[in-house]
């Protein structure tokens, strides 16, 4: 076989795996505000518990959640999968926004609370706590009030251009925000 054939039998072979991991990492777009919302309130509701507990295991338990719904979408999460596929279904019809400003929340959500374990396993259970209860707030604005703040700092970067106007093109487009 040639060197040319070589190469062009292992991009061939490598698309599907690429593809495949691709598939695994891939979160929706558009996401279910519904389900967000219910989501953010799961979090808070575990993160009062875990506060109120005063046990670092909420703490790994919320961060672990985070991960999940970051690397992963709403299919692993135990959080999620509850909202998308429960509960979400049981307030109506989807209501349906952007997937990349929800992903980017999730992400600061997953920062915050692996610096709060971080900082609880290191001896510094105030900061853990302080790091949760500004989860407790920013995921309750979600839930109670439909304002998502990572959404709204993923907006703040996207229009300062740190973020892409690709990663999001229904952000930047208000006429795709209607259909």
Known sequence: MTQGKQADTARFTA????SRWRAVFAFPN???EYAARITAGLVVLAA??????????GLVLIAAGFWLRVLFGPRISPFAVLSVKVLAPRVGPAKLVPGPPKRFAQGIGAVLSTAAVILF???SALGAWILLALLIVAASLESFAGFCLGCAIF??????????????????NIELRRL
Do not use: R, W, Y
């Open 15 to 18: 698309a599907p795996a690429a």
């Open 30 to 32: 558009p996401v279910n």
């Open 48 to 57: 009062v518990a875990t506060l109120l507990s005063g046990l670092g295991g």
């Open 121 to 123: 396993f290191a001896g």
């Open 155 to 172: 907006g703040f970067l996207q229009k300062h251009g740190l973020i892409p106007e690709d990663v999001c093109e229904a952000c930047n």
